[in-house]
């Protein structure tokens, strides 16, 4: 989802900016632009193109620039087009901003205060550039900038250039995220913490509701009504060769190769000896209540399943998965003593920070499982635990699912009052799934012989029905082959209708007690001419089946499960030449609702 970057400093604004928006790449995006003041011509150019920052990088005609903003957009209002991309410009040529978020009201601010003005976009950010330029025609700059803030409902992370003061940069905050770190030789500010790396040294994260003034050296940040706001600032660690693709061709591949050292490092960070590094306090906290209501998007709601069944089976607390952009509008009953878990990678997505605001106003409990422990929503929730996938780029989320797994297991086994031995548990998932990944040519020959068609199916019952789930998510977003994951009983209720020649159905079956029935759904199937193909636990394989994996703890299953269908995603768009880390339509981080 659309990107954000501003630099102003002694070094040179391009370089850094075009390096920052190339990092928010993985976001995902269909047009970019950046508007340069060259200090040298004193002159402000404006930069835009559709498609690939490559593409902007080719039409930037500055050498060198002190100040500067960028952005890479992810249409929301208005085609993909040079026009809609940003910065956008006021039409009395002072002003350019650029802008993450949606604003609601655009359309009445359009028509109270612009009703013959002829917009240059179908966008709903070219009104904020105008309301500040109509406002600073009457007062000064940061209290016209209050005024339209003011204004504004919606979402926004903004950045402002007023092209008659080159040695300032204001920017605002309110609902989408934004950055602001301390540079050498100035200051950058940014929309994730990837655009800030090899930058910045000292970093902090926006509040809602606050702008803010920065020079090359410093930053004042200020409430809506002008009140000046104190700021401390961290370390920024993050290391840039965590973010590289190093030898593989893809960062997806990459991540899914990580995984058992993932495994394994999450291991070491929450069991010291026998013990679980989790807070008492937290533990007692959840302890105290009766229902558990997790709440995600995608793949962390697939992932939420699985805590679910987790939850469930070791605490005996029942637990329900609620998809957040429902959960916000359309709140359940929920008992009388609700706990919320909220299960995030990004921790910025939209849809949860909507039920988060609104469960902190009820005054409920919340806790956010995440991969950024920075984050929006690890900051504004109760408590927050940190699952250590590591950076994930691809946009296809896969390391980050079974990081969410592992330490949702971990949390379910702090709850409870279980003997297994857990830590054990996941250290022979890492093994298997090692073994898993010696095996990626096979796979790739089973990818070219049974997905050929543009329709396909996974099924599994219980657990294997909820990774049949995230197997097809992770199947159509990258190859864009229409996939369905099915309760595996519920296929002959209605869809098997579309079933046809070589239509490809791929079973998960890790659990002793369902695997006869999903076998003899796949017998259905097969013998409407579908191109059966399965993933089956050792201990269960029968002759003909195709991957089969090491035995692990069934409670565990889907850690290993998932791996293979990672997999077939991945080589199902290698081969249809897809671009697998960015595919069409997507962001990595949706911070719009
Ligand atoms: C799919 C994928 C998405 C995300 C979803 C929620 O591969 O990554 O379905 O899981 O957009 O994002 P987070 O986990 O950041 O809240």
Not at 302 to 312: S, T, Y
Not at 408 to 434: D, G, H, N
Not at 530 to 555: C, H, R, W, Y
């Amino acid at each position: 989802m659309c990107g954000i970057v501003g630099y102003l400093g002694l070094n040179d604004a391009k370089e850094i900016i075009l390096n920052g928006l190339k990092r928010l790449e993985y976001r995902g995006y269909d047009s970019a632009g950046m508007s340069l003041y060259d200090g040298e011509n004193k002159t402000f150019q404006l930069f835009k193109e559709k498609g690939r920052i490559v593409e902007l990088e080719k039409s930037l005609t500055t050498t060198k620039a002190a100040l500067g903003i960028g952005h890479t957009r992810w249409a929301t209002h208005g085609k993909v087009n040079r026009e809609n991309a940003h910065p956008h410009m006021s039409s009395d040529q002072r002003f350019s901003i650029v802008h993450n978020g949606v604003i609601d009201n655009h359309k009445a601010l359009k028509t109270m205060y612009f009703d013959n003005h002829a917009f240059k976009s179908e966008t709903d950010t070219e009104v904020i550039v105008e309301l500040m330029a109509l406002f600073a025609k009457q007062m000064p700059v940061p209290n016209a900038m209050r005024k339209t803030l003011k204004l504004l409902q919606g979402s926004y992370a903004l950045l402002v250039i007023d092209h008659e003061s080159p040695d300032t940069l204001y920017a605002a905050k309110h609902r989408s995220p934004l950055l602001l770190a301390t540079a050498d030789d100035g200051m950058i500010i940014g929309s994730d913490m990837m655009a800030l790396i090899g930058t910045a040294e000292r970093y902090m994260a926006l509040e809602d509701e606050t702008f803010l003034q920065m020079s090359k050296d410093d930053a004042t940040i200020y409430d809506l009504d002008g009140t000046v706001l104190p700021y401390d600032m961290s370390v920024f660690d993050m290391d840039v060769l965590h973010t590289e693709k190093g030898n593989f061709p893809h960062y997806m591949l990459k991540e899914i190769y990580e995984q058992p050292t993932m495994l394994r490092g999450i291991i070491s960070k929450f069991f010291n000896g026998n013990t679980i590094n989790i807070s008492q306090m937290l533990l007692k906290s959840i302890k105290k209540h009766n229902r558990l209501h997790i709440l995600a998007a995608g793949t962390s709601m697939h992932a939420g399943f699985i805590g679910k069944g987790l939850f469930e089976k070791l605490t005996g607390i029942p637990t329900e998965v609620h998809i957040a952009s429902e959960f916000a509008y359309q709140m359940p009953i929920l008992g009388d003593k609700p706990y919320f878990i909220l299960i995030s990678q990004s921790g910025e997505t939209a849809d949860l920070r909507a039920c988060l605001l609104n469960l902190k106003k009820k005054q409920y409990p919340t806790l956010t499982i995440t991969n950024v422990i920075t984050s929006t929503l690890a900051r504004e929730a109760d408590d927050a635990l940190e699952i250590f996938a590591g950076p994930e780029i691809a946009v296809a989320s896969t390391k980050a699912y079974t990081a969410q797994i592992a330490v949702l297991s971990i949390l379910a086994y702090a709850l409870s009052c279980q003997t297994f031995a857990l830590k054990r548990e996941l250290s022979e998932v890492a093994i298997a799934m090692e073994q898993c990944l010696d095996n990626v040519d096979y796979i790739d020959d089973l990818v070219k012989q049974t997905l050929t068609k543009d329709h396909c199916f996974y099924i599994g019952r219980g657990n294997d029905y909820h990774v049949s789930l995230e197997a097809a998510l992770k199947l159509k977003e990258i190859s864009y082959i229409h996939t369905e994951g099915f309760a595996a009983g519920e296929l002959k209720h209605g869809t098997i209708a579309l079933i046809e020649t070589d239509t490809p159905v791929i079973a998960i079956i890790s659990n002793d007690k369902t695997a006869q029935n999903t076998r003899s759904n796949l017998a259905e199937v097969h013998s409407r001419g579908a191109k059966t193909l399965t993933i089956v636990f050792e201990s269960l394989q029968e002759p003909g089946d195709e991957i089969v994996l090491k035995n692990v703890n069934p409670s565990l299953a889907p850690l290993l499960t998932v791996l293979p269908s990672q997999l077939i995603a991945y080589y199902a768009a290698l081969n249809r030449g897809h671009d697998i880390d960015k595919p069409r339509n997507l962001a990595k981080s949706v911070t719009v609702e």
